[in-house]
């Protein structure tokens, strides 16, 4: 769960030949200089990115606007979730739901909004010949959303139907609750939409949403595809206007609570018979310096599938589980560390010691030279990865420009991965890792277990059914 | 539809416009189609986007060549083949085949006993110590992880393997300079597996089951819906395979299933991406070319017999209600294949399909449903399915009843002209999109000829769209709909739970 966000710009790629296996001729320099698109700011305040494609005639584009989940009033958790599900599918004021529908499917082109944690997020694809009407849905859409009575209600009930189901699975259990009992109940951070927070909203909530945080201001938009960049920008001039929208305010994150916690274990009981398990501790936010060093750092422990200290220990050596990792979310003000296994009841408590152990580890001794290279050059190696679609390169320069990353983020990438030192990895593992205070969060089946979880500290127990 | 893929690791397509309306079907790709004297078949398509390359290699053989008490054998040589060769991995190879044997030896003798109707507790118990103990004897010789490294280090990507009923996929993307990379690791993986660690990998692979299978409401209902659908052919059996086959899985049978399905000749490999398919070849030629032709065993598995009475079960769980539905169909290479996609889309494509608008929205009775043309795979005679979650407070049986009349007026009305044109529509653009992706086109290609015989298989299918009419539509759906061929899986809570739900 890496929170590298897709990476652009003038890049120019020159792998050395590396350190080959046995038997292989040096590999030839790989040279790349992905294109970069083009910036412009309209007067109306919005941001657009763009990227000709001529291969095959479609255009896709994505969008960020801001506002987000954190920002729910808290009576009515689940609000901006409602007006995401809803901008698109309750039509808009030229386009009833049901003639939009009809309009775009039949087009096959689409037009979504979707809700994030800290952006709104919006998007388009069509053929290139469609641009036009396409276009004019999705701009009414953005500024002028109907919220139509009976589709909100069909998405506010596939929403109440989600948190029924949302004790389904058991991951999903583990990962929703143990980030709530992290953050608390009360927090941005932590908290979850419940039946009453999701009824209460109204379609006046809806409208009053959106007027607060959608105009040509608060939305940046990424194009890729079949298209002329200048036509392109009149047309959006077009069907956004040019008159300048109020300023996006700087959105104030909501505060994380304090850390480090209290070591704190949690079993929820459910008869099945492979136990989810989940570690959690605060992290760091975004724009951290340790950046760096902790993704190299992560990316030995458990960030790195098939060869990572978990995988290797845990999955391959011990045969404990399928699957064994670490990861970590970086947000504006706060962050999250994560460590999760999957195994039988019989052996919950062996797994999450050998987490433990790993995390100890990685603590207490510098990781070793051959580590820290096949680290290094796998995020190196595969940095090309982020740039193999023309709507992929123009996408991430707009996501990197709103999170507030530096311009020379991507140019610097590599230098900065490769700078990292083994004890740039232990100093961020001493730093950042306090498994004495992670807490653990199992579900499963507590009759079957070797030990009970005791050990770990005192466990909080809890039904799936209604308890949770 | 969601097709519950066993994968090794977690997880983790150009042409001319087109104007819908009068739909037009996207030229082939120039695929480069070639196929090594030894039979090995290799399909490349350049694509100079960027400097990456896709390789996806399918077997054509899966789940359904298990054998009856060894299910899951398919899947678990998928795991085991990526613990290395003769040389990597290994210290030194020879003195590791001694060790691995005493594994090997104290590992069957475990199964046998294990086997019997009253396993002695305490030989089984020491023969555990004693595997143990072997596998750690034979872990002096090991360097762990290292063919996963190889890739890994350069940069590779997309690293996986799955296990379908009717193939086997192996894939990896590499930047393109690394294609050598990919050759020689490849061509020496495929003739020397060397399978160590066999009953460790053998219980990653029971904790994979029990995640997907037993702790998954949807691969509950999955596996119990296969196992009543079919009766006589393999896709009885979730390719996963039953708990105690796994369980009665050695080291020997896993090599014998190498021996008996990997040769070259039974492979498909796809190349995607920033090569030169001249040079590729060569490449195949002086690194794959000498690996020997196998025979490969004929196709000789049950054949399902027809289907008379629809078949009912119910799988108890701790979730919330769902249900499956699925209608035994003729063979993928039937003429009426076009009008069953045409009947997918109808249902269930976009807000304007039948089911979300008349099920989801209209009588608010389900808060998903979704189709699919050919459950378990395409290769035997499979199901048309449906799978939808109720949505409160109403039942599995009046969802049912919603869905029968949908069908019911689809097979007296047929689809409309507007229907089936952005069923069209949307397919071309779908190809068009499927264009832009490495990865999805290898996948394609290779699957494609794999399972079905033929890479070409999704433009043809598509071009096969635009003929089909109204009359074929209602003709299909009346002898693909017929009840007696129907099974239907529900999944419903425990009943104590049922009653004593306090969600909101």
């Given amino acids: 769960v890496k929170s590298f966000i897709a990476l652009a710009l003038a890049l120019a790629f020159v792998a050395p030949a590396s350190a080959n296996p046995p038997k292989l001729a040096p590999f030839p320099p790989l040279e790349f200089h992905p294109p970069k698109g083009v910036r412009v700011a309209l007067a109306n305040g919005m941001l657009l990115y763009l990227l000709e494609d001529h291969s095959v005639p479609l255009i896709r ?152 945080y959608y105009r040509p201001s608060t939305i ?249 | 539809m969601k097709i519950l893929l066993l994968l090794i690791g977690l997880a983790c397509a150009q042409g001319t416009p087109t104007s819908p309306g009068a739909s037009s079907v996207p030229p082939l790709p120039p695929v480069v189609d070639v196929t090594l004297k030894n039979g090995m078949r290799f399909l490349i398509l350049e694509r100079h986007v960027s400097p990456t390359v896709a390789f996806h290699t399918a077997y054509q053989v899966g789940a359904v060549y298990d054998v009856p008490g060894k299910t899951g054998l398919a899947h678990l040589f998928e795991h085991m083949i990526f613990k290395g060769t003769k040389t990597i991995n290994t210290k030194d190879y020879k003195s590791e085949a001694k060790a691995m044997d005493r594994v090997e030896q104290v590992g069957k003798e475990l199964i046998l006993e294990q086997a019997k109707r009253q396993p002695d507790p305490e030989r089984v118990k020491k023969l555990r110590e004693e595997l143990e103990a072997a596998q750690k004897d034979a872990d002096q010789y090991i360097v762990p992880d290292e063919y996963e490294r190889l890739y890994t ?132 030629r002086a690194k794959f070319e000498d690996i020997p032709t196998r025979p490969v065993p004929p196709d000789l598995l049950s054949v399902e017999p027809e289907q008379k009475g629809e078949r009912r079960t119910t799988v108890r769980f701790e979730a919330q209600p769902r249900l499956l539905i699925g209608w035994k169909k003729k063979d993928y290479h039937d003429k009426d294949q076009a009008a069953i996609e045409m009947i997918d889309g109808i249902l269930s494509m976009g807000r304007t399909s039948r089911f979300y608008k008349n099920l989801v929205e209209g009588k608010k009775l389900a808060a998903s449903i979704e189709t699919s043309t050919d459950e378990p795979g395409r290769k035997f005679p499979g199901v048309f399915i449906v799978e939808a979650a109720p949505r409160h407070p109403a039942t599995p049986q009046q969802l049912e009843a919603a869905i029968y009349e949908e069908i019911d007026r689809l097979k007296k009305e047929g689809p409309t002209e507007w229907e089936m044109e952005k069923v069209r529509n949307n397919e071309v653009v779908g190809l068009l999109h499927a264009l832009d992706s490495n990865e999805g086109l290898a996948g394609r290609l290779a699957d494609d000829q794999a399972v079905v015989g033929d890479w070409r298989d999704s433009w043809e299918l598509v071009a096969k769209l635009e003929k089909v009419t109204p009359d074929d539509v209602k003709r299909v759906a009346s002898e693909l709909f017929e ?5 239907v899986a529900y999944l419903l809570a425990p009943e104590r739970s049922a009653k004593a739900e306090v969600k909101p």
């Fill in chain 1, 61 to 212: 584009a994505s969008a960020l606007i801001r506002t987000g989940g954190v920002y729910d009033p808290e009576g009515k958790i689940g609000l901006a979730d409602l007006a995401g599900r809803t901008m698109r599918s309750g039509g808009s004021q030229k386009y009833p739901a049901d003639k939009m529908n009809e309009l775009l499917e039949h087009l096959a082109a689409s037009v979504e909004t979707g809700m994030g944690l800290e952006s709104g997020s919006a998007g388009f694809s069509c053929l290139s010949k469609d641009l036009d009407q396409t276009l004019d849905v999705f701009a009414d859409v953005l500024l002028h959303p109907a919220f139509e009575k009976e589709k909100v209600e069909v998405e506010r009930n596939k929403f109440l139907e989600a948190l029924r189901r949302r004790d389904d699975d058991p991951r999903e259990i583990a990962r929703r609750e143990s980030r709530r009992m992290l953050f608390g109940a009360g927090s941005p951070w932590g908290w979850r939409a419940e039946a009453s927070t999701v009824k209460a909203v109204t379609i006046e909530d809806l409208k009053a949403f959106h007027a607060k």
């Fill in chain 1, 220 to 468: 940046s938009v990424a194009v890729a595809g079949d298209f002329d960049a200048d036509t392109l920008i009149a047309k959006f001039k077009k069907a956004f206007g040019e008159s300048p929208s109020a300023e996006a305010k700087k959105l104030e994150a909501p505060p994380a609570p304090p850390g480090p916690a209290a070591r704190k274990v949690y079993l929820v009981d459910k008869p099945i018979t492979q136990a989810a398990v989940r570690m959690v501790q605060f992290g760091f936010p975004r724009h951290d310096p340790d950046h760096f060093a902790y993704e190299v750092m992560n990316d030995i422990l458990g960030g790195n599938p098939f060869i990572s200290r978990l995988f290797s220990e845990v999955r391959s050596r011990q045969g404990l589980a399928y699957y064994a990792g670490s990861g970590f979310s970086e947000w504006t003000d706060t962050g999250m560390i994560m460590a999760a296994a999957g195994t039988k009841n019989e052996t919950v408590v062996t797994t999450v010691s050998a987490i433990e152990k790993q995390i100890e580890r990685m603590k207490n001794a510098p990781v070793t030279p051959e580590e820290l290279k096949v680290a290094e050059d796998s995020i190196a190696n595969s940095f090309v990865f982020n740039f193999t679609t023309p709507s992929q390169i123009i996408s991430q320069r707009m996501s990197l420009d709103y999170y507030g990353y530096p311009a020379d983020w991507l140019e610097t990438y590599i230098s900065k991965i490769r700078a990292v030192t083994a004890a740039d990895v232990q100093r961020v593992a001493q730093r950042r890792l306090t498994p004495d205070s992670m807490l653990i969060y199992v579900v499963g089946d507590p009759k079957a277990f070797e030990k009970p979880l005791d050990e770990f500290g005192t466990v909080t127990k809890l039904k799936a059914e209604g308890a949770l």
């Fill in chain 2, 153 to 284: 280090q350069q940069g590779g990507t997309h690293f996986n393997a799955f296990t379908a009923e009717d193939e086997t996929a192996y894939i990896v993307s590499l930047p393109s300079n690394k294609v050598d990379l990919w050759m020689t690791v490849e061509a020496d993986r495929f003739r020397n597996p060397v399978l160590r660690e066999f009953y460790r990998e053998r219980n990653v692979v029971m904790e994979e089951r029990r995640m997907n299978y037993e702790s998954a409401p949807e691969g509950a209902m999955w596996s119990a819906f296969l196992a009543s659908a079919f009766v006589a052919h393999p896709y009885h059996n979730e390719g996963i395979g039953w708990m105690s086959d796994i369980a009665h899985i050695s080291r020997t049978d896993t090599e014998e299933f190498f021996k008996k399905y990997y040769g070259p000749n039974n492979a498909v490999v796809s190349i995607v991406g920033d090569v030169d398919a001249k040079k590729i070849i060569e490449q195949a």
């Fill in chain 2, 483 to 487: 009840p007696d061929h129907r099974t």
